[in-house]
């Protein structure tokens, strides 16, 4: 099953990777009149564009290097004079996909600021902190060039590194923060935005956590974190429901610290730590490319732990969140991504070969015969199928019962992306139409390693409308506004190209009374 998972993951990393890594990440523009501001850290120059400006490579935390690695963030030091922030820090330590050549940069707890420009508004403005997705494995905050957010929504966009990996989620024996070292580093980068975002023209009152696969997840795990109380006031969950079950592939957002220990103990062995007298000493003197080489493809946070007690979505089935209202949703075709990864990797689905690739993938037994009975392959091309399982599976029905659970006691609003034409986050052409797959409503809001994908004036539209609710739920806990289709509560609102309706959550367009009984 490692295997399987494993190549899982590559599979998905193929497919998406060249969506940040197509162009290099943000920088400033050709004229650029520098802007200085004081953080509490110390004087920071930005750069200026044209209706916003960018603070980029701001520490947060001090670098987590030699007796640093896995421990707490610690305050950055200050500094003398005034730092440059025209420029992004590097990604935290990564294999190359995302971030070109990937990095060994363990000096990499940084924040990128982006904010409107022109005269100071009357009110200091809403805020949103984007942790990025990527598997918990890759991925970087600069990747995310939020200035039409910005501008559009006329808020403060904060773009967070995180360290990943085994680097940020090792756990072992007798080490304090024990697979949560990722996590802590985003609660340390909203305790700065709490303490400094003022100084951008950011209400550090009205702070929004938001992020998408992996920081959709992390939003989860922080909204049941007791040391997250107060940090944020609402939460943007996409694409990473808080309630997965460890029976399917992409589920758990979280795993038990027993699990991640054996993972610990593992990779401690690998790199020639195991027997050691003292294993951690060991692991903090290993260069980070062989960490990098020897760790898990993906990797999850551990609950049972301080900083997170329990499993998110036990947590949250039990009322026991911080209570703030959440704006959640997935794409209709999340799973084609990584049906297509696969297939390109050598497992085509046809009416003869899908019985055997479900099995392969869904090995718990009698699941593979139940979803052969419930999602049958007639044609040869059965890509999409596969992708409808994977997609209902850890996407659209955890999301429906995340949703479900939380709307019981606090305003929830659920969308579902649904452009089966979206811009494609890679060059090649894949073995079947993706739809919308994973990941495929973030150009919608972001422009993803600098650069605009090309979209027609309805997705344009689309797009508008998306960082119009997404940036009004941010200023007041409503996504509505004058301009944009009425959103009900306790719907689904439907964002396709001139096609944004809300649809009632009880229509089934994903199987979800199979999966809710799995």
């Known amino acids: 099953m490692h295997r399987v998972l494993t190549m899982l993951g590559c599979a998905v990393t193929a497919v998406l990777a060249t969506a940040w890594s197509a162009a290099p990440p943000t920088t400033p523009a050709t004229s650029v009149a520098a802007t200085t501001v004081r953080t509490h850290d110390g004087l920071v120059r930005g750069a200026a564009h044209d209706g916003y400006r960018t603070f980029e490579g701001i520490p947060y935390a001090a670098p987590p290097v030699g007796g640093l690695r896995w421990a707490p963030p610690h305050r950055p030091p200050p500094w003398p004079g005034v730092r440059d922030a025209t420029r992004p820090a590097g990604a935290c330590p990564q294999p190359a996909g995302e971030v070109p050549g990937g990095s060994t940069d363990e000096d990499c707890l940084h924040l990128n600021v982006t904010t409107p420009d022109g005269a100071e508004p009357a009110h200091p403005r809403p805020v949103i902190v984007w942790l990025h997705g990527g598997g918990f494995t890759t991925g970087a905050g600069s990747s995310y060039d939020a200035h039409r957010m910005a501008t559009r929504g006329g808020v403060v966009v904060v773009t967070v590194n995180y360290r990943l990996g085994a680097l940020g989620f090792l756990a072992h024996s007798g080490l304090p923060g024990s697979g949560t070292f990722g996590l802590a580093d985003q609660q340390a980068a909203l305790r700065w935005v ?36 107060g940090l944020f006031d609402r939460a943007i969950i996409e694409s990473g429901p808080c309630t997965g079950r460890p029976d399917r592939l992409f589920a758990p957002s979280s795993v038990p610290l027993s699990t991640a220990r054996a993972t610990g103990a593992d990779l401690a062995a690998k790199v020639g730590c195991g027997s050691a007298r003292d294993a951690l000493s060991c692991l903090r003197r290993v260069d980070v490319s062989r960490l990098l080489a020897a760790q898990e493809a993906d990797q999850q946070p551990a609950h049972t732990t301080p900083l997170l007690p329990g499993d998110p979505g036990e947590a949250i089935a039990t009322g026991r969140f911080h209570h703030v209202p959440v704006l959640i949703g997935n794409n209709h075709d999340e799973g084609n991504g990584w049906a297509a990864g696969i297939i390109q990797a050598g497992y085509p689905v046809t009416p003869d070969t899908w019985p055997d690739v479900a099995a392969t993938f869904f090995p718990s037994p009698g699941q593979a015969q139940s979803i052969v009975r419930e999602y049958p392959v007639h044609r040869t091309d059965g890509g999409p199928v596969f992708g409808a399982v994977i997609g209902d599976a850890d996407f659209a029905c955890p999301t429906a019962r995340t949703d479900s659970l939380l709307s019981a006691q606090v305003p929830v609003w659920r969308y579902e992306f649904a452009d089966e034409h979206a811009p494609p986050l890679t060059p090649g052409k894949p073995p079947f139409p993706l739809g919308a797959p994973h990941a495929s409503e973030l150009p919608y809001l972001f422009d993803l390693g600098g650069r605009p994908r090309d979209m027609t004036a309805a997705q344009h539209r689309l797009a508008d409308t998306m960082i119009d609710y997404w940036t009004g739920f941010a200023r007041t806990a409503d996504p509505n506004g004058p301009s944009t289709p009425h959103w009900p509560r306790n719907t689904v609102q439907t964002l396709a190209p001139d096609h944004v309706v809300p649809t009632p959550t009880g229509q089934p367009r994903h199987h979800c009374a199979f999966w809710d009984i799995r």
């Not at 975002?197 to 795990?221: K, M, R």
């Open 194 to 229: 709490r303490a400094g975002i003022g100084a951008f023209g950011g209400d550090p009152h009205n702070v929004t956590l938001a992020g998408e696969s992996a920081g959709g997840y992390s939003v989860c795990a922080q909204l049941t974190s007791p040391s997250a109380a």
